[in-house]
């Protein structure tokens, strides 16, 4: 009888969550069967979980979550999967496997369940809060695994900052800049540049352009620079936002919005991207990223429910 009563107690711990469901603090496992998603966690206190139905024609869609909704930007290079979550806690990402079977690495999350009915493989991202990143590489057992990266020679290539030309040296593109960046010039620039924050949430934007990305309090200018961050937060958007053409201030650009400029300064290139809070920051971050070259005069980015959108 006892034993009974124990298995049912346990069964009580094992959901196959509905839309807005409440699961209780403790150890749990959660089951999708439709997706063939399982995974175990540990809940500190009562939580809801929302399931959404899989939107099997997009790369990336987040099909489960604690609480809140997290925001979602990802790109996709081959087999790479760069995705990023900004306000959240717990969230499963699927994303379009089709062509692969193996996952090969996932950072910042794991690995929950595959379907190969519809080719979708499953992530458990969590501890999300202000914003984190998982990468993931996913491979086919039948194909080698070796390194296709481009052997081509990076090309030259000027481009104009606000006061005059400014060239990058023909270089390699550095093992630190992150891959998911379309743009071979822009990769090169970043190669030839280092990346700066002042604080950790402008750091985590950083990142994403360079893994060496560094939190600083000091401003020396002494080689080509990309400022993350506006002057309240980064010592060296104080020591240089008078020379761009758009100061920024936490009422300009305005809420949610950001800016990309660049200027040759003391013979270096610095390219300046800010906004008047972290969500424009970030916006202008995300949309420098998909940029083919850099831009001749200041772009203002928004950051809207579907990611960042460049408005002038």
């Known amino acids: 009888m006892y034993k009974k009563i124990l298995i049912g107690l346990l069964c009580l711990l094992v959901f196959s969550p509905l839309q807005g469901q409440e699961m209780p603090q403790g150890n749990i496992t959660v089951n999708i069967p439709k997706y063939n998603v399982s995974f175990d966690y540990h809940l500190t206190e009562n939580k809801n979980f929302t399931f959404i139905e899989l939107n099997e024609s997009k790369k990336c869609s987040i099909v489960g979550y604690f609480d809140n909704l997290p925001n979602m930007i990802y790109s996709v290079e081959n087999e790479n999967y760069n995705i990023t979550l900004v306000n959240g806690t717990v ?15 996932a950072e910042n999350c794991k690995f929950v369940g595959w379907n190969y009915t519809i080719n979708h493989a499953f992530f458990l991202v969590t501890d999300i809060y202000e914003m984190t990143t998982a990468k993931i590489v996913l491979t086919n057992q039948t194909t ?13 290539n000027n481009r104009r900052g606000g006061s005059g030309s400014v060239t990058t040296d023909q270089t390699e593109i550095s093992k630190n800049v992150i891959s998911s960046i379309k743009s071979e010039k822009i990769k090169q620039i970043l190669s030839n540049a280092k990346v700066v924050a002042g ?19 000091v401003s020396e200018l002494n080689q080509d620079t990309v ?4 002057p309240l937060a980064n010592p060296y958007a104080k020591m240089y936002d008078n020379k761009f053409d758009l100061k920024i201030t936490n009422d300009y650009p305005g809420e949610n919005k950001g800016v990309i400029q660049v200027k040759e300064i003391n013979g270096y290139m610095v390219i300046y991207i800010a906004g008047s809070d972290r969500f424009g920051t970030l916006a202008a971050l995300e949309y420098f990223k998909t940029l083919d070259e850099l831009p001749e005069k200041p772009l203002i980015i928004e950051w809207t429910s579907t990611g960042s959108k460049l408005i002038k």
Not at 227 to 230: C, M, P, Q, R, T
């Open 91 to 105: 969230a499963i990402v699927s994303i379009n496997a089709t062509g692969y079977n193996k996952v090969k690495t």
């Open 144 to 156: 080698s695994d070796g390194d296709n990266s481009s052997t081509d020679p990076p090309s030259n």
């Open 199 to 217: 604080n950790t949430v402008d750091y985590n934007y950083a990142a994403n352009l360079r893994t060496d990305s560094m939190i600083t309090t």
């Open 227 to 230: 400022i993350v961050g506006g």
